[in-house]
DNA sequence: GCGTAGCTGTTGTTCAACAATCCCTCAAGA
DNA sequence: TCTTGAGGGATTGTTGAACAACAGCTACGC
């Protein structure tokens, strides 16, 4: 034994673990993924932005090869779209990927809530700290930080159904659908009324109710979609 | 106007949308993708194997390169796993996977059932086709064609929700299951029992009664994952 | 038996080159 | 004025070669 054996050995295993991801945090293929994956949803680079390869490999300082890989990766995501000999440009969603999005995240969102069987008190803290989470950023008056918030919030919903799965399709979904916040809406006329609703959902499923709670939340998707969908129509002229 | 002004714009419009597909089939990447995708799901490639790059590179006639850009989306697709400095393997599901993706499918086949409002009468064909397939092929004998009718029956269920995006994700996860089903089993045994229960839930479906399709659905699914993960525990001593 | 140094084959990444394609410009013609 | 077609420049698609980095194996010394 070369470690402290004070230590249980479960211990430190998850840790390392841990950092394990932070370290070799796979080949430059990936790196390159996840900083352009983080650029997009963040709004540095805009729907409908030329992803050129030229310019993207100066300045990451990585060859064609490898960005190009990269830029597979973030296709996949639906977060880039690959226009053959035409290059690679930044997603524009269109009303179509709304309603799309908000059919898929109804079925997935409620799926989860409704077969919900028993909680453990960590799984219900975990969608319980993202609304106070919510609630603490909206009483500072940071919209930004409520929008966030509101997502780890589903994020978390829809980990209640236990699925490594799930869970990496709601990553991407969320991705997709903080792209189509950058083409539109103020954070907070569109995050404010979902607060509550938030509240009353993470109560409906600490007593049991899944039905009830599956119930509201898809009544909230459905007022989310069509708050999306008439700011888009209202955009669609523009462009 | 140089096309015939006898034809409605919208009509040849789609009609050219159609041919695009099939003229510029993609990049010699996406190509390399589909073969190697089909390949895979038909059991060609083992769960398990090695795919050498320079074996395929020569095989195929692509460079190294443009291999590796279809072993990204592979990738994504969990078909293939990517161990960095080790290669590339055809992957091998575990336990786990098999338990996680029939936690997935409950959720969005089911729910894609029990959302379901006012299904037009093509709809309920496309779901009914598969099941009359299906029986015709046992029929005759031909389980390899029972399975595959029984896919083409659930990918059509979920089409019942009208969003390509869960389309694409149920496509991943019948080929994943594909995989699954190449470690094991016997197709007649696992496929014979819910010949009856496919014609059951179009029956109720057609009937109007989605709650009841929902749940002879989930009760589906969840014999379906205890066979299989039954078949994988008495197979994984051997691993 | 154990650890270690070296060897070998594979993958990871870069670079340079060329082909194919798109897009813009501009001129000719109806 | 509008359409058509021919260049030309820029970008992407794809290849091949080269080298670095790494995993797995072998043989050696202890």
């Known amino acids: 034994m070369t470690v402290n054996e004070n230590v249980g050995a479960q211990d430190w295993v998850t840790k390392l ?3 394990r991801e932070r370290l070799d945090r796979g080949s430059a293929a990936e790196r390159v993924t996840e900083i352009l994956r983080q650029r997009i949803t ?3 680079f805009q729907p409908g932005a030329r992803l050129s390869e030229a310019a993207l490999c100066s300045a990451l300082g990585v060859s064609r090869n490898t960005l ?3 830029f597979r990766l973030l296709g996949k995501d639906r977060l880039v779209a690959h226009e053959l000999h035409r290059g690679v ?3 524009v969603p269109a009303e179509a990927d709304i309603v799309d999005l908000y059919r898929m995240r109804s079925i997935v969102e409620c799926g989860a809530v409704r077969d919900l069987r028993h909680p453990s008190q960590a799984q219900i803290e975990a969608v319980r ?4 989470a919510g ?3 909206a009483a500072e008056g940071d919209w930004r930080a409520v929008g966030t918030a509101d997502l780890r919030f589903h994020q978390a919903l829809t980990a209640l159904a236990g699925s490594a799965r799930l869970d990496e399709l709601m990553r991407g979904m969320l991705a997709e659908l903080r792209l189509i916040f950058h083409l539109m809406a103020s954070p907070r006329e569109f995050h404010e009324p979902y607060l509550a609703r938030n509240e009353e959902i993470v109560g409906l499923i600490d007593a049991g109710e899944n039905q009830a709670a599956a119930r509201v939340l898809a009544g909230y998707l459905a007022d989310a979609e069509r708050q999306l969908t008439e700011a888009a129509r209202a955009l669609a002229p523009s462009i």
Chains 1, 2 share one sequence.
Do not use: C, T
């Open 89 to 91: 440009f930044v997603r």
């Open 129 to 132: 700290e993202p609304v106070r």
């Open 42 to 44: 963040e709004g540095f």
């Open 68 to 70: 190009r890989e990269a």
């Open 17 to 19: 673990a841990v950092d």
């Open 135 to 137: 609630l603490r950023a």
